[in-house]
Every structure is written in structure tokens, then in C-alpha cells.
């Protein structure tokens, strides 16, 4: 029994009991006694009793069971594999997990004749639109069967518990019911506790990614001087051959970090004026007809892939730059197609919604009693915008453009495409560069060993990012702070 039919038996049985609390509670307000809460909280209450723990199990469960599976997997492996390196012990787990799902496409007769090699197995999983890698082993057969086996056992046993706990929680839900039960206080408790899980999961969360990173972090600044990493103008990680520690390569920051920050502050360039104007206009002087036309059209450039973009930038423009530069030298062109320029326009575009429809809401949610004043003692209606709504709003379009910043900053596809790979340190907006997060996909590309520093030092990038951006969020808090505090 699946997960998802689980949940949804344990939705149904809570709804039932919902309807049934409901009920309950208005068949014993007879007027004798005034009720303390009204008969939707009493339904509620016997829902929340009922699918809250069961819901609770099954998650639990189920990232307990899939550990589990995965540990039982590892323990059927044969000794050799093993024995072997975590790399090809967690590849040949994976062919087992592929291979179980496969196993479950095939019928009750088909499964109760499996043959024993894969080579035999290969033609009927072919048949049902399975396909696995070449690499699967015959001894993969009987423990991706009995993995299924197990899979199966487990999966009963939530199914079982969960909807038991679902009709007990929602029989005791219902024995609670009376007119004067605090049916209100208690719901409101779950869902106050509620929206405070959720909360620390998000916190949980962000501290999760920040400590992995750490972690793997210290460990590539144990083998590699965190001076030559920050302040390495060298970026060439040659990976090592086999057995010499992986040592070799210089990781040099700098160029990666003025390529990440040089094709921002270009796209920046493009997009903060542009769609800051736009704003201005669709906020203050369009007509609401065509606003209505205008804001749904230009919001549909965030809508666009950044694939599509880099393909544009590759295919397009910047031959097109390279073109033009060319026609005008008389000979080669000094714009690459592969440049800054040409990642920073593209990225620019791509930005245009954000800042647009950020500053919009934030110009359209400026009192209208401001404009009102200004242009009650005499102000026209640019001065009014100029000296008036675009200060108020300041605040909040710094706000926007640090999130278009940040975006700019993690942009990958666009700079692989656009700007392509070379880690070059030069001031020239014709030539190539590339960027953290583009060196941090190419560092974890591939069947790779994370113990060497060719690996570990995408998580050095990755908290470099972190830090970057934990620093522009103060910087803006900073200004926001103290432009309030001047208007309020």
C-alpha cells in the first residue's frame, strides 16, 4: 500500500470524523446550556486528534523505513562490493534501487517466474518500459527482490498503525465533545503549534545546508591553505591520478568571485533601470487598462527557463555582438560571443520582471496622502514622483534590488551558455569570465569521490556564496533601517 494511499485513507477517515463531531455537537445544543465553542471547532478538534498523530507517524516512518532499506540494501551487497570504495558501494545500491523499482512493473505470474541472471530479466522489463543500466549484475536480482519484499512489509505495518491511530485519535476526539468542552482553545493550540513547526523546520533547514557545507568546508581547508584559496588569483583544480591524494591543482578564488560580481553588476545595469522605470509607469501613469495589459505581459519574462535565455545569448546574440564589433574593427571583432556583455544583457532581461514587479507593489502601496499633499501645494506629478513616492519607497526598492542581486548572483545556466567556463581575471566586459556557481556544478559533474579537493572545494564556493549574500542582506538592512527612520 502505497504512501500516498495511505494518507489519503487517513484524510478520509478525519473527514468522517469532522462531519461526525460536527453533528455531535449541534444534537447536544439543545439551549439548556450555553456551548463554549461553536460545532465546526468540536468537528475540527475530532480531525485533529485523529489524522495529526497518524500523519506524524507516517512521516517518521517513512524516513525511518527508507533508511532502514537503504542500510539492508548495503548489508546484502556481496563482500567484494563492500569491501570496494564508497563510490562503487553507493553506485551499485543505486542499481539495486533502480532494479527493484523496474521489478514492481512486472505481474504476479511474471514476478513468481523470475529468472535468476539479468540478462533473462533484461527482455521482460524491456517490455514494460523499464529501462536500466547496462552495468546491473546478476547478484542484484534476489536483493532487489527481497528488497521489494521488505519494502512491502514495512509499508503494511504504517498502513496498519497509521489508520489506527487515525480512528482512535478521532474516537477520543468524539468522546471529548461537550457543550462545554474548549473545542476553540485546543484547535487554536494545534494550529499555534503548528505554524511554529513550521518555522523551525525552515530554520532547521537553513542551518542543515549551512552546517553540510561546514563541514566539508573544514575539511577541504585541511588539505588546501585557506590563504591560497581566498586570495589565489589561479583557478586550475586539476583532478589527480589515482593514488596521489588528489593534491595536485591551485583553487584560487578571486577570478571566480569577479566574474560572479562583475556579470551582476552588468545585468544590474540593465535590469534596474529598466525595470524600475517600468514601475514607475505602469504604477503611476498607465491607465488601468493597460496596466491590466502591460504588468501580465512583462511579468511573463520570469516565466522563461534561464535555459531558453543561455540559448538565446549562445545562438543569438552573441554572435550577433561578435558581428557588429567585427564590422566595425574592419576585421576580427573585439566582443567574443562568449563574453560578459553578452551574459550581463541577457541576465539583465531575464531581471527586468523582478525588479519591475517588486517596485511596483512597493510605489502602489505608498500612501495616497502623499501624493495628495505634494500635489496640493503645487508639485507636478514628476516632482511629486521624484521627491516624493520614490523616497517614501526606497526602502523597499533597496530591498528588490538586493533580491535581484541575489538572483543575478546564482545564475548558472545563462553564464555556462553565455559566458562559458574560463576563469579568467580581466576588466574587460568583451572578453570571457565565469562564476562561482558554474564552477561549483563543474566540480560535482561526474562519478566523483568526495575526499579530494577537486570536490570539497565546491562547498568552500558554496559558503563563499552564502557569506556574499549574508553581507548584502546586512548592508540593506542597514540602509533600509536608516532611510525609515527619516520618514517615519
Known amino acids: 500500500m502505497s504512501f500516498l494511499l495511505v494518507f489519503a485513507i487517513v484524510l478520509a477517515i478525519g473527514l468522517v470524523a469532522f462531519l461526525a463531531g460536527r453533528q455531535r455537537a449541534l444534537a447536544q445544543d439543545d439551549g439548556t446550556v450555553k456551548p463554549h465553542s461553536r460545532p465546526h471547532y468540536h468537528g475540527w478538534w475530532a480531525f485533529l486528534t485523529g489524522v495529526v498523530p497518524a500523519v506524524i507517524f507516517l512521516a ?15 548489508s546484502s551487497l556481496p563482500a567484494e562490493v563492500a569491501d570496494g570504495t564508497v563510490a562503487h558501494e553507493d553506485l551499485a545500491a543505486g542499481l539495486v534501487k533502480s532494479l527493484a523499482r523496474g521489478l514492481r512493473r512486472l505481474d504476479d505470474q ?11 530479466l533484461q527482455p521482460m522489463l524491456a517490455a514494460k518500459g523499464v529501462a536500466l543500466a547496462p552495468d546491473t549484475q546478476d547478484y542484484m536480482v534476489p536483493i532487489a527482490t527481497d528488497a521489494n519484499r521488505v519494502s512491502d512489509r514495512l509499508d503494511l505495518i504504517a498502513a496498519a498503525v497509521s489508520i489506527g491511530l487515525v480512528v482512535v485519535g478521532s474516537l477520543y476526539g468524539l468522546s471529548r465533545i461537550s457543550p462545554r468542552a474548549r473545542a476553540r482553545n485546543n484547535v487554536e493550540k494545534v494550529m499555534l503549534w503548528g505554524l511554529l513547526g513550521a518555522s523551525t523546520i525552515a ?10 557545507m561546514l563541514f566539508q568546508t573544514i575539511a577541504f581547508f585541511e588539505k588546501i591553505s585557506p ?12 583532478f589527480a591520478a589515482a593514488g596521489s ?25 540593465v535590469a534596474v533601470p529598466i525595470g524600475l522605470m517600468s514601475a514607475v509607469y505602469m504604477s503611476e501613469y498607465a491607465a488601468p487598462r493597460v496596466r491590466a495589459v502591460v504588468k501580465p505581459a512583462l511579468e511573463l519574462l520570469a516565466g522563461i527557463p534561464t535555459i531558453v535565455y543561455g540559448i538565446f545569448a549562445l545562438v543569438t546574440l552573441g554572435p550577433f555582438l561578435r558581428d557588429i564589433s567585427a ?38 502601496a505608498v500612501p495616497q496622502a502623499m501624493r495628495d499633499g505634494s500635489l496640493g501645494l503645487g508639485a507636478t506629478h514628476s516632482e511629486t514622483i521624484k521627491r516624493v513616492v520614490l ?39 568583451f572578453e570571457a569570465m565565469t562564476t562561482i556557481t558554474v564552477k561549483i556544478v563543474n566540480q560535482l559533474t561526474g562519478d566523483l569521490e568526495f575526499n579530494t579537493p577537486q570536490t570539497l572545494v565546491a562547498f568552500a564556493l558554496g559558503i563563499t556564496l552564502f557569506a556574499l549574500t549574508l553581507v548584502m542582506n546586512i548592508v540593506a538592512l542597514y540602509i533600509v533601517r536608516k532611510y525609515r527612520e527619516q520618514y517615519e
Open 203 to 212: 530554520i532547521l533547514t537553513t542551518i542543515g545546508i549551512v552546517l553540510s
Open 227 to 238: 590563504a591560497s584559496f581566498f586570495f589565489g588569483t589561479v583557478w586550475d583544480p586539476r
Open 327 to 364: 564590422a566595425l574593427a574592419g576585421g576580427t571583432g573585439f566582443i567574443q560571443a562568449q563574453s560578459i556583455l553578452t551574459a550581463g544583457l541577457v541576465m539583465g532581461v531575464m531581471l527586468i520582471p523582478v525588479v519591475s514587479s517588486l517596485s511596483d507593489d512597493i510605489i502602489t
Open 391 to 429: 523616497p517614501a519607497a526606497l526602502p523597499g526598492i533597496v530591498g528588490a534590488i538586493l533580491l535581484t542581486a541575489s538572483r543575478a548572483i546564482g545564475e548558472t545556466m545563462i553564464v555556462v551558455l553565455a559566458a562559458g567556463v574560463a576563469a579568467n581575471l580581466t576588466l574587460n566586459p
Open 60 to 74: 517518521a516512518w517513512d524516513t525511518g523505513a527508507s533508511a532502514y532499506l537503504n542500510s539492508h540494501i548495503h
Open 110 to 120: 511474471q514476478l513468481a517466474a523470475l529468472p535468476a541472471t539479468f540478462a533473462e
Open 245 to 269: 591524494g588528489g593534491a595536485e591543482g591551485q583553487f584560487g578564488l578571486i577570478p571566480l568571485l569577479a566574474g560572479t560580481l562583475y556579470i551582476a553588476l552588468v545585468a544590474l545595469l
